[in-house]
């Protein structure tokens, strides 16, 4: 396989992992190659993002590959979390964040064994309006993080706690993603129509 095609390789498996990221054994694995030769795609990629002004770079945290944006960009994201052509939630992310309300402390993993979809997207999403946050790492392999709501959620959907959520007892003891997003948009649609009449008077 071409080295274009490899690095290509490379840089889609740290996007399609997320946060969480992927050690050098894990992608040498995947691609069946060696570890060093793994290494050194790695470097030359890192690097070839750095020279093309990339807006995206490869990072080691704690000894796992990650994508990020860059440092200098940060104040752009703020812009963009805080506009309000931003302030309305989409379907994937309001399902996530039905998920993690009713069933936190949860994993990545776990979300993702529920929606049946990858939710890294819609949990960036979340975290940059502050909706939800890191609330430690779970004890399994790979100490993957517990992902909770914040102040802010409460906030978002005018609840004083999360004894406020919609009764999920209403429907099934098993989950019912469906109506629990339901009763979630119904909340932020009160929620907005009530701003509204505070508006006008």
């Known amino acids: 396989m071409q080295l274009p095609k490899l690095k290509s390789i490379i840089e889609g498996l740290l996007f399609a992992a997320g946060e969480e990221g992927l050690d050098v054994r894990q992608l040498a694995e995947v691609l ?16 070839e993002m750095k020279k093309k002004g990339r807006g995206i770079q490869i990072v080691e945290i704690a000894g796992a590959l990650q994508l990020t944006t860059l440092p200098e960009h940060a104040p752009y994201f703020e812009r963009l979390a805080s506009s309000p052509s931003r302030a309305s939630l989409s379907q994937a992310a309001l399902e996530t964040l039905s998920i993690i309300a009713y069933k936190q402390p949860i994993t990545r993993v776990e979300i993702e064994e529920i929606r ?7 949990l960036q999403t979340l975290v940059a309006k502050d909706l939800i946050e890191e609330k430690g790492r779970a004890e399994a392999v790979g100490r ?37 997003t339901r009763l979630l948009f119904e909340k932020l649609e009160s929620k907005q129509l009530t701003m509204e009449e505070m508006d006008k008077n």
């Not at 069946?32 to 690097?47: A, C, G, H, R, W």
């Not at 914040?150 to 469906?178: I, M, R, W």
């Open 116 to 122: 049946g979809v990858k939710s890294d997207r819609a």
């Open 32 to 47: 069946e190659l060696d570890i060093k030769f793994t290494l050194s795609l790695v470097q030359d990629l890192k690097s």
């Open 144 to 180: 993957p993080i517990l992902y909770g709501t914040t102040k802010s959620f409460l906030d978002y959907f005018a609840l004083n706690g999360l004894q406020d959520l919609p009764d999920s007892s209403l429907f099934e003891h098993e989950v019912d993603l469906g109506e629990e």
